[in-house]
Each structure stands twice: as C-alpha cells, then as structure tokens.
C-alpha cells in the first residue's frame, strides 16, 4: 500500500482525535461533531464510521481523511498525507469491521421547570439572567444510551420536531429530531432569524424582554436554513442574526437575500456571534 493509500485509509475518527477534536455523539453508525472549521454550538460535522468519510454540513462539503486535512490545515495534498503519517501521529488504519451498525444516541428521562444552580449559573457566565432562561428553556435530564447508568443534566431548548438541543458547562449535544425551533412574538410582520438558542437569548437580554416583539426562529445549526426559508415567506421583513464567520455569510448568500432581508450583525460586527458579544457586556459591566 503506497503513502496515499495508507493516509486515505487512516480511521477518520484517529485523525480527528490526533488534530484535537472530540465526539459530541454517537448514533446509527455515524460520529457527530462540532466543525473542526469555525464555531458552532450543535454538531453539524459527521463521519461514516463505515465508509470512514465526513461531511460538513454547515459548508456543504466533505470527503476522505486527506480531504479533510487539506480543508483544515489550509496544506497541499501532499503535506496533507506527511501531516497524516507524520512521525508525530500514530496512524491507525480504518477497521470497517468494528463500526458501530447499531442505532446509538440519547435518552431523555426527565423535563421539568429549571431549577438546578449550576445550570443557571452557566447560562449567567453567558450574559443570560435567571428570568430570561427559564421562560423558554427547561431541565432536561439524559442518558446516553450504552451508559444508562450515567445520569446527565443540561439546560434544554425545545424544537419544532420535539426534540431538544442541550447545553452545559461540559455538553453541547442534542437529541433526535433535529430541527429548526419557533417561538412566537407579539407583532406578526416581521420575523427574527438566529442561528443558536444562547443568541436567541442573548437578543432578548440585550433588549431588557424576557419575551421576544417579533417571531422568532433559531436554526439550530445553518444546515437548516433552507428548510426554513418557507417560514420566512410569510413575513413583511426578516431580521437575520447570524454569525460573524464564512459558513452563516455563504448562507445568507444562498438563501436569505432581497429587500425584505436585514443583516442585523452590525450590533455585533466586532464579534463572534451575538451571545459573544453579551458576554463581552457583562465583562465590561463588572
């Protein structure tokens, strides 16, 4: 097997680790993580343990192990395959045997009304208060599944499907469906569209509401932009509050432009994304 071969062969999952990168969850013979290429707070990068291939969804792109070393490290592909076998890293050759084909994923056990300290204190490391995280997330407990016996508590924001997007100090995973969530206004002619829950809170804690004037739809990961769309027909106007990064503008390029679409990013153009920039408020308040 010449050098090519033996890169294009490395387990993808090895490769990923060996760059820095950790599995968020498992499920049906796929491992879901955050991009390796910009930031995000839900899984939108998965690999095939079976083929042993990615894909980004929030670039639309994706391929072998070499593809995503050239994507990552900005290298050639011939410095791609010496990053690959590098006498640094112990390559492991992908083993298609010892996928995982059966279905995996999280369990939620308990929702209930937000309660638990550390949680809160969590959300107000974040900028966002007590009154404006309780009047739309919840407590969720979950279990992975496989670990049932480790019972794991995390602030829940519910979407359209009924499934849950799950943050905490050390989780950022979700369960099954994911969608796009809605959360009604008082005015009806226009809309505000975010790309994350904690941006969605961080516009309301911004603007002193617990309850937002406007329809509001959190993403929950760019890949739903297009699905979206249809929602957004509806509307006089839009308010777009994405993130300051390429994947969310080649989004806006693709599906949101036109009159009735207002980049509203300026209130945080020196920022990552919207909570950054509370966040950012709340270090200068102190």
Known sequence: MDRKERAKNSDMVAVLSSFGHDIVKKSGGRAWY???FRHENAPSFVVNLNRNTWRDFGIGQGGDTIDFVIESEKCSFFEAIDLILGDERKVIQHDKTKAPLKESGIDVIDVKPLSNIYLISYAQS????????KEHCQEVSFVFKGWEHIENTAIGFKNTKDGWELRSQSKKVGTSPKHWSMIRGESSGSCDVFEGFFDFLSHLQYHGMTKPLNDSFVLNSTVFAEWVKPELELYDSVNLYMDNDQPAQDKINEFFTGSRYNDCREVYSNFGDYNEFV????????
Request: charged share 20%; net charge neutral; aromatic share 0%.
């Open 126 to 133: 974040r900028g966002i208060s007590e009154a404006v995280l």
């Open 279 to 286: 966040m950012n408020q709340l270090l200068t308040e102190k």
């Open 34 to 36: 955050l991009s390796p």
